[in-house]
């Protein structure tokens, strides 16, 4: 009998989801544990398995399109194999007596087959382990999944797997639309500027005015720009909705201090060079986080949270230091940011928060992080350092009460000072930060202590190796 597959409750607030993607066609064969769909929650994006066998019988709402919690999205058969799969939209059926259309479904990873008593075509899907995005950039580029050779986690394609693939000229689709020219237009200059004769009179004051005439040739023309309007994703959605909570909410105010990073980033360059065999790079982000996570036990209210019980508020002291990391999303996944939590930070190594950073953003960028990624951070960390930011201030990240911007480490003028006292100018690199704070909790000056604290032992980076 067929059975309805609805829209799950991935998250604890979602209420609405988004099909991303289709992995199924009507008629096609399903296992226990197959992935049927991307879906887009409030959080994250998902994937969604089946955990019976079957057949695939219909596809109730199209991808892009979002539903209700509960809102049936597919309908299955279970046991028998269902009929030749339907090429109509997956909303209306195909007319009576109407042969289906024979598609490509390489960006699919499939392959067509024909059956000879009907004259019509079932597709055999054929397994491809790819994320969500590496599919969706094979399909605008007309790509197959089947020629590509994924480097992600049991060989799973990711997206940089389809650009490299692209960027290597076999796109199928990108070679079939490419004009051919003809022998004439082969051997046609690109332009043939007119001969200049100025009077002699204005040559000499032309010659010192005018713009050659090749260069204003070659200067670039900027095609037209494109007013339209771009609905919003859930993620989008409960940002926005976040932030203005954040900002609205919380009695925010900002703290800044600047710390030389000479030191650390010679230590970091000296470490990278003996670990560069084991494949281990640290960034100056991961003694960011040690460095703050450590300062937490001698500053124990930047690690808590507002307890708005009404006629009971309190401040909750917490016992695990999970520091969040800001990650910024290409426009491809919606933009916007997500924040991955580095649990128990403070008893990790630099090598240990590098590997979980690292893994963490690859997994945001191509598959989408998990609910159990994104839960229970304590204090955050946005770096725009490597965008050349100098300084900037950020939205407290609730239940947070503190969240550190962190810019570039500039090359500038600093006053150096040696063993005797003496002071000379020199170039240092110096790096600003900026913590913005709730004020109902923590205060300027413990603001400012454990600003301090940090800049210590960013300044002093041995300290962070034990």
Not at 255 to 279: I, K, P
């Amino acid at each position: 009998m067929p059975s309805n597959m609805t829209m799950p409750r991935l998250s604890d607030t979602m209420q609405v989801g988004t099909i991303i993607k289709w992995h199924v066609t009507p008629g096609q064969k399903v296992k226990s544990g197959d992935v049927v769909a991307d879906i887009e929650t409030d959080k994250a994006t998902m994937e969604l398995q089946t955990f019976d066998d079957g057949v695939v019988e219909g596809l109730s709402v199209k991808e892009g399109q979002s539903c209700p919690v509960g809102t049936t999205i597919l309908t299955w058969e279970g046991g028998a194999v269902a009929p030749a799969a339907k090429q109509a939209d997956a909303t209306e059926p195909a007319a009576a007596g109407a042969a289906p259309a024979r598609e490509s479904v390489a960006a699919a990873g499939g392959s067509t087959i024909a059956t000879a008593s009907t004259g019509t075509a079932t597709l055999e899907p054929e397994r491809v382990f790819a994320s969500p995005l590496a599919r969706k950039v094979a399909s605008d580029s007309g790509v197959s999944l089947k020629n590509i050779e994924g480097t992600g986690p049991s060989g799973r394609i990711v997206r940089k797997d389809v650009e490299a693939f692209i960027a290597g000229g076999a796109s199928p689709a990108a070679a079939a639309a490419a004009p051919q020219p003809s022998a004439k237009s082969e051997s046609a200059p690109i332009f043939k500027p007119k001969p200049l004769t100025p009077s002699p009179a204005k040559s000499a004051a032309a010659a010192a005015t005018s713009v050659p005439p090749i260069a204003a040739l070659m200067m670039p023309t900027l095609g037209a720009l494109e007013s339209r309007s771009v609905p919003l994703s859930n993620m989008r959605r409960t940002i926005a909705a976040r932030l203005v909570e954040s900002k609205s909410t919380v009695p925010h105010y900002q703290v800044t201090v600047s710390a030389r990073m000479d030191a650390l980033m010679a230590l970091r360059t000296q470490l990278n060079e003996q670990l560069s065999s084991q494949g281990v790079k640290l960034s100056v982000n991961d003694f960011i986080v040690r460095a703050c996570a450590l300062s937490m036990h001698a500053h124990p209210y930047i690690n808590s949270r507002w307890n708005p019980s009404r006629g009971a508020e309190s401040i909750e002291l917490l016992d695990q230091v999970n520091v969040g990391v800001a990650i910024s999303l290409g426009e491809e996944r919606g933009g916007g940011l997500v924040v991955a939590s580095i649990r128990n930070a403070d008893q990790k190594g630099l090598r240990m928060i590098s590997g979980e950073t690292r893994a963490l953003a690859e997994k945001a960028r191509s598959k989408g992080l998990s609910i159990e990624d994104m839960s229970d951070s304590t204090f955050t960390i946005s770096n725009l350092g490597m965008y050349g930011v100098e300084h900037f201030t950020a939205i407290i990240n609730p239940p947070n009460v503190a969240i550190l911007a962190v810019g570039g480490a500039i090359e500038q003028p600093v006053v150096e000072v040696d063993a005797d006292g003496k002071k000379s100018l020199g170039i240092g690199h110096v790096m600003s930060m900026t913590m913005s704070s709730d004020h109902r909790v923590v205060d300027g000056a413990m603001a400012a202590q454990y600003l301090q604290t940090v800049k210590q032992m960013l300044e002093k980076p041995a300290t962070l190796l034990v």
